[in-house]
């Protein structure tokens, strides 16, 4: 197994802790994480202050096993597989455990998660045809603003809350418009190609 393969599996090792870890009912277990002020008004969990952590080194391998993957030559298709389960694992279920727990809108992880399935879906029927459909710069601009958008959200959107500037949620929703639009692109891409008999 080469190096960003290595760097692939460990993100997907670090999202399973992560979302286990904020799965865990620790209060029914008789363990509550510190709780302290900021600012006189903005009250922070150590809870999720750690996941911030995880998620924010997570993100991080997400940019540097493929970098250099690419730099090096060792793209591989076990790579190409793991990367793709490893962003789904992270983001999506993230997104799912926060608008569970009332941080964010359902309709957030409902959208990402249906234009992901249908962005695959592309894939693998192009795939198919033996075409690559690549990714579009809206696509890439949307990962970008989930990241930072999801890590200040664990943050607690600091500093900026102190400002009531939630820069948080304007990047997350701004990323969940990019990811519709970027959707849209795969599908204009490589609509001549899904529809092609041959």
């Given at each position: 197994?080469?190096?960003?393969n290595?760097?692939?599996v460990?993100?997907?090792?670090?999202?399973?802790?992560?979302?286990?870890?904020?799965?865990?009912?620790?209060?029914?277990?008789?363990?509550s994480?510190p709780?302290?002020?900021?600012?006189?008004?903005i009250?922070?969990?150590?809870?999720?202050?750690?996941?911030?952590?995880v998620?924010?080194?997570?993100?991080i391998?997400d940019?540097?096993?493929g970098?250099?993957?690419?730099?090096?030559?060792?793209?591989t298709?076990?790579?190409k597989?793991?990367d793709?389960?490893?962003?789904?694992?992270?983001?999506?279920?993230?997104?799912?455990?926060?608008?569970?727990?009332g941080f964010i809108?359902?309709a957030?992880?409902?959208?990402?998660?249906?234009?992901?399935?249908f962005?695959?879906?592309?894939?693998?029927?192009?795939?198919?045809?033996?075409?690559v459909?690549?990714?579009?710069?809206?696509?890439?601009?949307?990962?970008?603003c989930?990241?930072?958008g999801?890590t200040?959200?664990?943050?607690?959107n600091?500093?900026?809350?102190?400002?009531?500037?939630?820069?948080?949620?304007?990047?997350i929703?701004?990323?969940?418009?990019?990811?519709?639009?970027?959707?849209?692109?795969?599908?204009y891409?490589?609509?001549d190609?899904?529809?092609?008999?041959?």
């Amino acid at each position: 197994m080469n190096l960003p393969n290595k760097i692939t599996v460990t993100r997907i090792i670090l999202s399973i802790i992560l979302l286990v870890f904020l799965m865990i009912p620790w209060d029914q277990l008789g363990f509550s994480f510190p709780i302290f002020t900021v600012a006189g008004k903005i009250i922070v969990d150590i809870k999720y202050i750690i996941a911030g952590v995880v998620f924010m080194i997570a993100s991080i391998t997400d940019f540097l096993d493929g970098n250099i993957a690419r730099k090096r030559n060792l793209v591989t298709d076990f790579g190409k597989v793991m990367d793709a389960i490893a962003d789904k694992l992270l983001v999506n279920g993230l997104l799912i455990i926060l608008a569970y727990e009332g941080f964010i809108s359902v309709a957030i992880p409902v959208i990402i998660i249906t234009r992901d399935t249908f962005v695959d879906s592309i894939k693998m029927a192009s795939g198919n045809k033996g075409k690559v459909v690549a990714a579009s710069i809206a696509g890439k601009a949307k990962t970008v603003c989930m990241m930072i958008g999801v890590t200040l959200l664990l943050f607690y959107n600091l500093p900026f809350e102190i400002f009531g500037f939630r820069l948080d949620l304007i990047l997350i929703y701004l990323a969940t418009v990019l990811s519709v639009l970027s959707g849209c692109q795969y599908y204009y891409n490589a609509k001549d190609l899904i529809f092609k008999d041959k």
